[in-house]
């Protein structure tokens, strides 16, 4: 799935400085988080300028909302057909996180074909999700994108499968996964949480 490779076009976590590459990194769902899916990417943050270079990432809203990203990373696994893609976006504060959230998302809703809304639940401080027109299979194909944020961090999620497979339940927990390890960073853990833990 090429989207994530490209350059730029309340509690603990809500108080969260900006993650490191090291921590976005780590942050970033690894083998272990998807046990039953294989890496296609293993996980990579870097600093924006550094990830702009290399095309890691990728910012759809323009320069000045682009340059307020402090580290970018991706991973990303594939299983019998279906893909799952993950990007990280961190910023130096939760405030500028919060702010950075809609234009993200509006972003991203203006770049999907025939965009209708797909229902996450509450994850965490923001989410929002959407189904579309997948990119990398055949016409029938289907995209799924999940946005999240957990205080300093923006995550998306997105899953990608060949018509009449289902994958809504799957994004949703990879999502949550995400969203579970972002936290445990900002709260000075080494992140664990994998997608047996949302089973």
């Known amino acids: 799935m090429l989207v994530l490779l490209s350059s730029c076009a309340g509690g603990k976590a809500d108080r969260a400085e900006s993650l490191d590459a090291q921590q976005a990194t780590a942050t970033l769902p690894d083998a272990r988080a998807l046990p039953e899916w294989d890496v296609r990417i293993e996980p990579v943050a870097h600093p924006w300028k550094k990830a702009q270079e290399l095309g890691i990432g990728r910012c759809l809203q323009g320069p000045n909302e682009c340059s307020k990203i402090q580290v970018a990373g991706v991973s990303a696994f594939h299983g ?95 999502a949550a996964v995400f969203a579970e390890r972002a936290e445990q960073a900002q709260d000075g853990q080494t992140p664990s949480a994998a997608l047996d833990d949302f089973a």
Do not use: C, H
């Open 80 to 174: 019998r057909g279906p893909k799952i893609d993950f990007m990280l976006l961190a910023y130096t504060d939760s405030a500028t996180a919060e702010s950075a959230y809609e234009p993200v998302w509006k972003a991203w809703r203006e770049w999907s074909t025939k965009p209708r809304d797909l229902a996450l639940g509450d994850i965490r401080e923001e989410s929002d999700g959407l189904t579309t027109v997948g990119n990398s299979w055949k016409e029938e194909s289907k995209l799924l994108i999940a946005q999240v944020r957990v205080g300093s961090v923006i995550m998306l999620t997105f899953g990608e499968a060949e018509s009449g497979v289902t994958m809504g339940k799957t994004l949703k927990q990879s």
